[in-house]
């Protein structure tokens, strides 16, 4: 049986290592075999960073390429639209609708899409676009969006929320618990 | 239960299980967190040292005195490790001792893309290579039973996905061996010519009884069922090749062991099936010595000796179907930039503006040689700036005016300094910049010998840079604030223009610091903005243009106040 692929992908900062941490503690719980690739070091100053999880009976390759990811969860627009190649024909993507220029937007020498989510549309691509940063926000800081998008990604796995919820709090410092508990709920049910 | 670690975690984990009393290393990606979990474990001595030879050369002490020791770094630290390396291998060991070294395929975060799989060739080292996590924890036990059985240094090879891939790890308790005692053995340990000569066929007779163990002790695998085809693999590439082929479709033999290789293993591998192809990333390693062995393999007439191999680049070298996707978009590119509110960018748009020819070095300031600062003519390696200036300097006239070097804290005690110490010495009328953040940067935060902090967080002995440039013999040495653009620019001016050798300490402690605390975000007054995008000068990715005017996003911006000194229509103020 192959493995189930999903893709975390964002801008360096967002937290999406903390994200993917947490996923891999709830499959691991699950009993499957998991793997989890991130990368460290240059890429992870303010570039485009990608962190790959992989669950099912037996994992081989810590990788997704491309046409490979069951679920890509994106912290940023323009992020979705650069990995969305490697969604499977039938995948899903998720997606925070805030928009953070890249150097090459904010120096001029480019323009910042305007027509991303058209074009994903228009390719056929099953897109759950949403602001993760308002309710993020509203649960007590920016820095919850990626437990936003954590709590919308396990509404479409159909993991049980509350394996989720008791993650959260064994895996974050106890004064961020009920901020980072709000976020998932508003993801989760939002 | 298992538990889900890194490559690099699972190396910590099997370090404690195995004994290890001592670890000394030097950060570098993808190698650095060996050591930071290493140092979780309280029982085991951790320590960063200025440099990766000083590290080898701890873990040889530990050994000798009787303690299974290690030392980690990345590819090109191997580099700087080498003298001892090769000695070592004559020497052997009393203590078991194993060399971490992690590769960068691809060059994620690195400079070059070298197979460090030529220096366990060069050096006769044994060189292992875990696939997985859990291979990398139990790996560490069998390195230095072979240590310890062979009397020989160990190499341990892992490559980027493999070090910062997560996977389920066993775990198991700690066995401390008994420490051998230190014997006085001049002929073992003195190598001068009279004793190394007779350590020398040693080497070539333990090289014999590893080929041995190759063969036989497992420690190469073989998986899988068809005597159709046949891959020889290694590493993560293990991995890519098991993603693509069951075990009823190809029989792997997987090399655990790159050093010696299992000529006869090897020979029966070749033997059992019809068809046999090396999967190896970066140099054709296995793939020459089967052909030196008479064995007709495939591997580079499918697979290219540049970058990170991948399931699909094994599936597309054999021929089989990739799934459907559409092509990636062409999109504006997200590359890594200086933080906003980096120390290093007023001191870099400074040097920029004054047109100056830069001799730059490894850490975050590297980031300086894009756009729009793009402040930096050379990045070689760890040191090469200052040792680079002098002779730049040396062998053209007039250029001690408008040249420069540039390297960070770290950087300068990892071997700047001997630079330094070349430049009073030989007399280039050389200007040094040492841009003191106060941490190694670009490997995520390290103390170093600069920083009065020891690995562990602990207060340490702190190196006073500026006696440490005079001791070096330089007489001109002067502190700056690099978001001061004035007196960057005053010193600058002045140290070129004096007529002996110089070094600035552009010194700010890294914004990303949980001690560094920043004053609000800047603002920009609209209505003052003359959309003349001097600000955009900076590189800064706090700022951009938005209908025509500078906006500063007030969730990035530090407060450095460097943008404001430059606008010259008093459009940028602090705080709200």
Redesign the interface.
Known sequence: MKSTNIMIVG??GQGTLLAS?LL??IL?GLGY????????????????VTTYVKYGEK?????I????ADYIVSFEK??A??W??????GGKLITNTQEI?????????????TDILD?LSA?GVDVDAFDALTPALEAGS?KAVNIVLMGRLARHLGIDDALWLDAIKTSVAPKFVEMNLKAFEAGYNG | MKRLMLGNEAIARGLYEAGCEIVSSYPGTPSTEITEFTAKYAEIDCEWAPNEKVALEVAFGASLAGHRAACAMKHVGLNVAADPLFTLSYTGINGGLIIFVADDPAMHSSQNEQDSRNYAIASKIPMFEPSDSDEARRMVHTAYEVSEKFDTPVLFRICTRAAHSQSLVSEEERILPTPVPYEKKPAKYVMMPGYAKLKHPVVEERTLKLTDYANESGINEISGTSSELGIITSGICYQYVRETFSEDEAKVLKIGMHNPLPDELLRDFCASVKRVVVVEELDAIIEKHCKSLGLDVEGRNLFSPIGEYSQQTVAKAFGKALPDAHAPETLPARPPVMCSGCPHRGLFYVISKMKLTVLGDIGCYTLGAQKPLDALDSVLCMGASVSGLHGFVKSTPGAEKKTVAVIGDSTFMHSGMTGLCNIAYNGTNSTVLILDNSITGMTGHQQNPTTGFNLRGEPAAKIDLEALCHALGINRVRVIDPYNLDECKTALTEELAADEPSVIISRRPCVLLKSVKTPPAMHVESDKCRSCRRCMGLGCPSLSFKDGKAVIDQTLCTGCGVCAQLCAFDAIKEGN
């Open positions: 801008v360096g941490k891999g503690k691991i075999d998991v793997k989890v690739s991130e990368l460290h070091g240059m890429s992870q100053r303010g570039g485009s994992v081989y390759s810590p990788v390429e491309s046409g490979e323009l992020e639209a650069r969305a190649h490697c969604l499977k024909t220029s890249p150097m090459p937007v904010t120096s001029g020498a480019a323009e910042y899409p074009t390719r920016q």
